[in-house]
């Protein structure tokens, strides 16, 4: 019997408007979703504000990125002080994105990890293989060596959620089957209590991330350590409201 809530974040990405995102919170608003989900919105930053200030107080916010310090002279970069400023209590960390795309390193996401929860942010924490190290074998390592790297940056794992996000799952349509899930996340755990402890194993949430709609939702929901969802495209849709409502 699992103690650990499910979880859904949605990760609205470099996505949507005032309008768009201001009619999608409003069917979050009014749709009747799971109590037992934990439910938790990344905004752009621009937006957090918005965000906060628009969705129903139950509904959590998540930044989707920021920076290692406090404040100080690092153009474009936001911190974790202004993100709870806010009045937002999560961020997004290590997503592929940041790692492929703007080629953050896991030392760079080491930092960020230990900074965002010495200010009291809870933290999303993702990691996930690529293609190319999928299909050389290479999966374990990668995510174990991804984990470490968040593993001694936490102090506190009650404010962290470990998101398992193949990148080839990512944006592509491709889902990783239920089991491909299961599998990854099993060893998740196993690694947790081989290399952190027992209770940071039995307690800390792995989500799935990677393509989740509301037609394949369920059957990963139903996987014994599958803990919830990261959920991109389909998280500014109002079929987001049937992946919460995954596990009712
Ligand atoms: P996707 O994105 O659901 O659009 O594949 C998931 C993510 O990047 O978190």
């Known amino acids: 019997m699992t103690l650990r809530r499910f979880f859904v974040g949605g990760n609205w990405k470099m996505n949507g408007s005032r309008e768009s995102l201001g009619d999608l919170m409003k069917t979050l608003n009014s749709s009747g979703l799971d109590q037992n989900t934990e439910v938790v919105c990344g ?22 990125n920021c920076y290692k310090v406090a404040k100080g002279a690092f153009t474009g970069e936001i911190s974790p002080a202004m993100i709870q400023d806010c009045g937002v209590d999560w961020v997004i960390l290590g997503h592929s994105e940041r790692r492929h795309v703007f080629g953050e390193s896991d030392e760079l996401i080491g930092q960020k990890v230990a900074h965002a929860l010495e200010s009291e942010l809870s933290v999303v924490a993702c990691i996930g293989e ?93 996987q014994d350590d599958v803990d919830g ?20």
């Open 229 to 248: 969802f990261l959920v991109g495209g389909a998280s500014l849709k109002p079929e987001f409201v049937d992946i919460i409502n995954a596990r009712a």
């Open 130 to 222: 690529t293609l190319e190290e999928r299909e050389a074998g290479t999966t374990e390592e990668v995510v174990y060596s991804q984990t470490q790297v968040i593993a001694d940056n936490v102090k506190d794992w009650g404010k962290v959620v470990l998101a398992y996000e193949p990148v080839w799952a990512i944006g592509t349509g491709k889902t990783a089957s239920p089991e491909q899930a299961q599998e990854v996340h099993e060893k998740l755990r196993a690694w947790l209590r081989a290399n952190v402890a027992d209770d940071v194993a039995d307690s800390v949430r792995i989500i799935y991330g990677g393509s989740v709609t509301a037609a394949n939702c369920r059957e990963l929901a139903s």
């Open 43 to 64: 905004a752009p930053s621009l937006y957090l504000d918005f965000a906060r200030s628009s969705l129903d107080p139950r509904i959590g916010v998540a930044a989707q």
